[in-house]
């Protein structure tokens, strides 16, 4: 949600606040459609999800990745022991 109001922000500041209204304007419209396809995606899922389970193996995923990137970043250093700051 404050990722929206900073863009909304942004945009206002530079004189394009009327770009703003209409890339909202045309998200609303498209809503029903973006919820039906979503909901009809979790139906799909639920049924095939043995299928995509079979796709996505352990060794796609590097281990200790994610913990890597956020100690790459000061702000979340000092969560992390033997991290630097």
């Given at each position: 949600?404050?990722?929206?109001?900073?863009?909304?922000?942004?945009?206002?500041?530079?004189?394009?606040?009327?770009?703003?209204?209409?890339?909202?304007?045309?998200?609303?419209?498209?809503?029903?459609e973006f919820w039906a396809e979503?909901?009809?995606?979790?139906?799909?899922?639920?049924?095939?999800?043995?299928?995509?389970?079979?796709?996505?193996?352990?060794?796609?995923?590097?281990?200790?990745?994610?913990?890597?990137?956020?100690?790459?970043?000061?702000?979340?250093?000092?969560?992390?022991?033997?991290?630097?700051?």
């Amino acid at each position: 949600m404050l990722a929206h109001i900073l863009m909304i922000g942004r945009h206002t500041l530079s004189g394009r606040f009327s770009l703003m209204l209409r890339v909202y304007r045309d998200a609303w419209r498209k809503a029903p459609e973006f919820w039906a396809e979503r909901k009809q995606l979790q139906v799909n899922l639920k049924t095939h999800s043995h299928a995509l389970n079979d796709r996505i193996t352990k060794r796609f995923y590097r281990t200790g990745y994610l913990r890597q990137v956020l100690q790459g970043h000061a702000v979340f250093k000092h969560f992390f022991f033997g991290s630097k700051v």
